[in-house]
């Protein structure tokens, strides 16, 4: 996922709901699925920025030993720029690029 280059908004904007589940049939469905992913957007996101993060960790934590390190506070600030992971899910699904696929019912 490269989320680095999506074209999402970086603010929050009110949406027509029964557009958005026009598609699903339940607005409730249509909400999942965006939450669904934005949790794995947001996984991706962490875990990219903690490995990006690891570099700069100090073996030892004295308080002598801290200082601020420039390039971490700008990785820091670049993740902190990038749209939520919500916007970019409801991007996704608006442009249809989410695969999504319905469970059985049970009776």
């Given at each position: 996922?490269?989320?680095?280059?999506?074209?999402?908004?970086?603010?929050t904007?009110?949406?027509?709901?029964?557009?958005?589940?026009?598609?699903?049939?339940?607005?409730y469905?249509?909400?999942?699925?965006?939450?669904k992913?934005?949790?794995?957007?947001?996984?991706?996101?962490?875990?990219?920025?903690?490995?990006?993060?690891?570099?700069?960790?100090?073996?030892?934590?004295?308080?002598?030993?801290?200082?601020?390190?420039?390039?971490?506070?700008?990785?820091?600030?670049?993740?902190?720029?990038?749209?939520?992971?919500?916007?970019?899910?409801?991007e996704?699904?608006?442009?249809?690029?989410?695969?999504?696929?319905?469970?059985?019912?049970?009776?």
């Open positions: 996922m490269d989320f680095k280059n999506t074209k999402a908004d970086t603010n904007i009110t949406r027509n709901v029964k557009e958005l589940s026009a598609e699903v049939g339940n607005v469905e249509t909400l999942m699925i965006i939450a992913r934005s949790n794995q957007i947001s996984v991706e996101m962490k875990e990219e920025l903690s490995k990006k993060l690891q570099d700069f960790a100090s073996v030892s934590d004295n308080l002598e030993e801290i200082f601020e390190n420039r390039e971490q506070i700008e990785i820091s600030k670049f993740y902190e720029r990038l749209p939520k992971p919500v916007l970019i899910a409801l996704e699904f608006t442009q249809d690029r989410i695969y999504y696929r319905r469970g059985e019912k049970t009776e």
